[in-house]
């Protein structure tokens, strides 16, 4: 074996090292979210530490799932009655409601949302009204005039201007 021939063995050797290392360190791929199309009715979900991504016009949508990750374009109704849930309206929601603790809701505007539990995050760009029952919850809203009603310790309600 000459040394040009031990050079190009070696690099051979090295190049194929340094593939298994990468193919042995890479990352596993995301877990891709579920399906779910709305246009066919009211929609539970009951699966738990599941992402679903909803398509089409909903009406209905019920999370029972704990540490669910839900993605949608507007929905009528919204309840959530698992924990460490995160609901993601990119359009509007009629009525929400959050009915257990640790879950957080982003919408852009809605009509009315209601807080029952702990721990719960609210922020939508415009809400008409909101109601919040339970102990450190969040809720803001960032344009446009909401009513308030606000029962429980250690609340924070922030909104653009409140009305009666």
Do not use: F, W
Not at 25 to 31: E, F, G, Q, V
Not at 49 to 68: K, M, P, Q, W
Not at 74 to 86: E, K, P, Q, Y
């Amino acid at each position: 074996m000459n040394l040009r021939t031990r050079a190009l063995t070696g690099t051979a050797l090295a190049a194929g090292l340094t593939t298994a290392l990468a193919t042995t360190l890479a990352p596993a791929p995301a877990h891709a979210a579920v399906q779910v199309d709305c246009s066919h009715g009211p929609v539970v979900l009951t699966e738990s530490t599941e992402t679903y991504a909803l398509t089409g016009a909903c009406s209905e949508v019920t999370v029972t799932g704990s540490n669910v990750v839900v993605t949608l374009a507007g929905a009528s109704t919204i309840t959530v009655t698992g924990s460490n849930d995160r609901i993601a309206v990119a359009g509007a929601v009629g009525r929400a409601r959050l009915l257990a603790a640790n879950n957080h809701l982003t919408a852009r505007s809605g009509a009315l949302v209601k807080v029952r539990g702990s721990n719960n995050r609210v922020v939508l760009t415009r809400l008409k009204r909101v109601v919040v029952r339970g102990a450190n919850n969040l809720v803001r809203v960032r344009k446009g005039a909401t009513a308030v009603k606000v029962r429980g310790a250690n609340n924070v309600i922030r909104v653009h201007r409140r009305t009666r």
